[in-house]
């Protein structure tokens, strides 16, 4: 009977004094209004909200780390943006679901949220459309720094990839900026993402007539010793095709910096032409031949009879 009293007493002390004053300490804040339009903003409510937000960003840098274990320290550093706007859109979820809990009403914040999330959307498609082209690069690597590309008619070294563009300078050393939704929505040219080795070639035409195989020869030696054209694969020469003016010839090669193509090209152009020259191969000039028809001039009759 004695441990019964004791055992009620004990409940009745934890019951009423130690959760009761727990509950007191979480319900003490303010609260306005009655019945269905009651708004109560407590200590516990607070508490619940901090809680909230440790919760998820705990989880989304579980999240994070998940995602971004196989990358580099480059790569990791670009996803950072991409969950710190996605932590930023998780808080907003959770103060409205706290506003909720307090007994706000939400449904118009979320319907004017609606109607602006829709108009942001359309002014920032584009931006959008970065957003998730940088998203995509980082992801599936399909542009790294160092690679080589040509857009629009222009070739450009990659120097950095951000979020939102990337960044290459071109081969006058002029710096591109380039919106990330164009490498997923157009055709561009990565010279470099398979391997650094790419094939160029120069073309030239010689006077109908020349000894072909001597072109040919003259045209591989071009080549044979100009610095920045590799060994291996050998470089070769295509008869193209008969023109109008002159044989089409073009000399192929191999080069492991195509940026500085150009500079190569035209190195061996100005071989070629030293070679011709001494070898007596010349290059024309487009010709066109006219003809000029004439007819005699009719003697008028009129002038005639007059002169009689």
């Known amino acids: 009977m004695v441990q019964e009293n004791v055992t009620e007493q004990i409940k009745e002390v934890v019951t009423d004094d130690i959760w009761g004053g727990i509950r007191e300490f979480l319900e003490f804040g303010f609260h306005f209004g009655s019945g269905n339009k009651e708004i109560n903003i407590t200590v516990g409510l607070l508490i619940l909200v901090l809680f909230s937000f440790v919760v998820a960003s705990f989880l989304l840098k579980w999240i994070r780390m998940l995602f971004t274990r196989k990358m580099d320290a ?155 054209v590799l060994k291996s694969p050998k470089p070769f020469v295509l008869f193209e095709d008969f023109g109008d003016s002159s044989l089409n010839f073009s000399v192929l090669f191999f080069v492991n910096d195509s940026f500085a193509d150009p500079r190569i090209k035209s190195e061996i152009r100005f071989s070629i032409d030293s070679l011709f020259r001494e070898n007596g191969v010349s290059i024309p000039f487009p010709q066109r031949d006219v003809h000029l028809f004439t007819q005699p001039v009719k003697e008028d009759s009129s002038n005639s009879m007059l002169e009689d």
């Not at 931006?127 to 399909?142: T, W």
């Not at 160092?146 to 939102?164: A, S, T, Y």
């Open 74 to 228: 480059t790569d990791k550093n670009k996803f950072i943006s991409v969950f710190k706007f996605i932590k930023y859109i998780t808080y907003v979820i959770v103060v409205f679901a706290t506003l909720s809990l307090a007994g706000i009403n939400v449904t118009p914040f979320l319907a004017a949220s609606a109607a602006l999330l829709v108009g942001l959307g359309l002014a920032l498609q584009e931006l959008f459309q970065d957003i998730i082209g940088g998203i995509f690069i980082i992801l599936d690597k399909s542009l790294l720094v160092g690679d080589i590309v040509e857009i629009n008619g222009k070739v450009g070294r990659v120097i950095e990839i951000k979020l939102r563009t990337t960044r290459a300078i071109t081969r006058d050393d002029k710096i591109v900026i380039i919106p990330n939704h164009k490498f997923i929505t157009e055709t561009i040219y990565n010279y470099t993402q398979n391997h650094r080795t790419t094939r160029e070639s120069v073309s030239v035409g010689v006077a109908y007539g020349s000894d072909t195989e001597k072109v040919k020869n003259l045209l591989l030696k071009s080549v044979e010793n100009q610095k920045g």
